[in-house]
Nanobody, 123 residues
């Protein structure tokens, strides 16, 4: 069984930065495509970014392109989401997700999910 644990969320002012981390345990992270998603109250879970198993492929939602960067350190079984120039509309619970077969923007394409970490951006 794979467990994902996110950390790094918090309260930040608009224009600030945060780095989220997701530690993969149970199996080596190199087995998995990884994604970051977010969900604001009353809204559907939405794609933020994804990365391939070796980090060679990355994709982003259009609204985050240029502000967010996804990366991974497979030696540490950890995936990161560096978020810069944060906006109040980035406020949400952020989740990491893992799947062995799919590199996708669709939440339904991921088999494993973390519990989420809250990001709140004040104006």
């Amino acid at each position: 069984q794979v467990q994902l644990v996110e950390s790094g969320g918090g309260l930040v002012q608009a224009g600030g930065s945060l780095r989220l981390s997701c530690v993969v345990s149970g199996r080596t992270s190199t087995s998995y495509y990884m994604g970051w998603f977010r969900q604001a109250p009353g809204k559907e879970r939405e794609f933020v970014a994804a990365i391939s198993q070796n980090g060679g492929l990355k994709m982003y939602a259009d609204s985050e392109k240029g502000r967010f960067t996804i990366s991974r350190d497979n030696a540490k079984n950890t995936v990161y989401l560096q978020m810069n120039s944060l906006k109040p509309e980035d406020t949400a619970a952020y989740y990491c997700a893992a799947d062995q077969l799919r590199y996708t923007r669709r939440p339904g394409g991921y088999d494993y999910w973390g519990q989420g970490t809250q990001v709140t951006v004040s104006s």
